[in-house]
């Protein structure tokens, strides 16, 4: 009597081989994504940080923010959120370490962890790779000044939310992530910064601006002039009601 092989059924996918982690995914992204992958129960790879020890810095108290590398990680027969999170930070500590970062963040008077912070918020704001120096120098800029971030990256990550829509009333939420009202650096990065921004973060291009707003894809605005700045919002905001209003 012939045996029949056994088979997956029509609704049933095999276990994905690798897991990709995108550039500017928060960590939260990524433990849902490593749950996912290896079929888990939601919030294990999360609990799983407490039996863990992660080489990261001493700034980040044991916060991963940052440095779960954004790459593709083989999923292995014996992969687990342990030894994922392991490799993710591993990875952020050769790319992060070496002496081309090292040495940027500390010609811009910073330490890496501070590079990161900034380069997780260059990733998050820039429209395009070619806009990540002119945001880095914005950030700089500011701080230089003395002026808030004003960054709604950050109050979105202090929202667990991603979104192009600010109100008043989010600029005065109680967050250390609330750059509106809090001056400095946030406490941590916002997400896992590329390559890319790791390098505008400590070689921000030359210039005086203070201000920008993406008045529509492709078209983002640098500006020192806080008029001006005022002017390209106003165009943001007229294109936003009118993208709104079409989509009705």
């Known amino acids: 009597m012939a045996v029949p092989l056994l088979s997956l059924g029509d609704d049933e996918k095999p276990r994905p081989t690798s897991l990709v982690i995108p550039e500017g995914w928060r960590a939260s992204q990524v433990y849902e994504a490593v749950d996912k992958a290896l079929e888990l129960p ?5 609990k799983s940080l407490a039996k863990v020890r992660l080489r990261l810095p001493v700034d980040a108290e044991g916060n991963p923010e940052g440095y779960l590398f954004p790459a593709t990680y083989p999923l292995g027969e014996n992969a687990t959120p342990e030894k994922l999170l392991a490799a993710m930070v591993d990875t952020a500590n050769k790319k992060f370490s070496g002496a081309p970062i090292a040495a940027g963040a500390q010609r811009n ?15 998050a704001e820039a429209a395009t790779e070619a806009d990540m120096g002119k945001v880095s120098r914005v950030i700089f800029n500011r701080l230089e000044r003395g002026m808030p971030l004003q960054m709604d990256s950050t109050l979105n990550y202090a929202l667990n939310r991603s979104t192009l829509r600010t109100t008043l009333k989010d600029t005065r939420i109680d967050s250390p992530y609330n ?4 001056m400095g650096l946030p406490p941590t990065p916002i997400d896992s910064p590329g390559e890319a921004a790791m390098r505008a973060a400590i070689n921000p291009t030359p210039g005086d601006w203070l201000y920008f707003v993406t008045v529509k894809p492709g078209d983002t ?9 005022q002017r390209n919002v106003e165009e943001f905001n007229r294109n936003r009601r009118g993208a709104s209003a079409a989509a009705r």
């Open 42 to 46: 939601p919030g294990t790879t999360r």
């Open 109 to 123: 008077a910073m330490n890496v962890y501070q590079a990161v912070t900034i380069a997780s918020i260059v990733q």
């Open 179 to 182: 750059s509106y009202q809090r």
């Open 221 to 229: 605005r640098f500006t020192a002039d806080h008029r001006e700045h």
